[in-house]
């Protein structure tokens, strides 16, 4: 079985940087479609970054996040490199990776956070002012 496990997350001040990582083990995940959620207290589980990874890596972003954070893979491991935080981005960060292939991006864009079946336990994300 799949095992996604996240690190990278901290304290940190308002502009600060972190670089999240999530490895995964146990089977590598088959799917063209995985992506970076986050819950914040007293807030319903959003995501932050999807990448579509057929014909190339293609990713998308959350608005809030555009331009500040970055998402990119490797062999076994995916990573969210994260730049001038801001309080509101604090909360518990997660990966998870989708049941499956989706045939295009906007599939992969689209999908909803059930969709997604395999899930890291998180790495909590502490920005403050």
């Known amino acids: 079985r799949l095992q996604l496990v996240e690190s990278g997350g901290g304290s940190v001040h308002t502009g600060e940087s972190l670089r999240l990582s999530c490895a995964a083990s146990?089977?590598?995940?088959?799917?063209?479609?995985v992506g970076w959620f986050r819950q914040s207290p007293g807030k319903e589980r959003e995501g932050v970054a999807r990448l579509f990874r057929q014909g190339g890596d293609f990713m998308d972003y959350v608005d809030s996040v555009k331009g500040r954070f970055t998402f990119t893979q490797s062999q076994d491991a995916l990573y969210l490199q994260m730049n001038n935080l801001k309080p509101e981005d604090s909360g518990m960060y997660y990966c998870?990776?989708?049941?499956?292939?989706?045939?295009?991006?906007?599939?992969?864009?689209?999908?909803?956070?059930?969709?997604?079946?395999?899930w890291g336990q998180g790495t909590k994300v502490t920005v403050s002012s």
């Open positions: 146990g089977h590598r995940s088959q799917s063209n479609c």
């Open positions: 998870a990776t989708l049941y499956g292939f989706v045939g295009s991006r906007a599939a992969c864009f689209s999908q909803e956070l059930s969709d997604f079946g395999y």
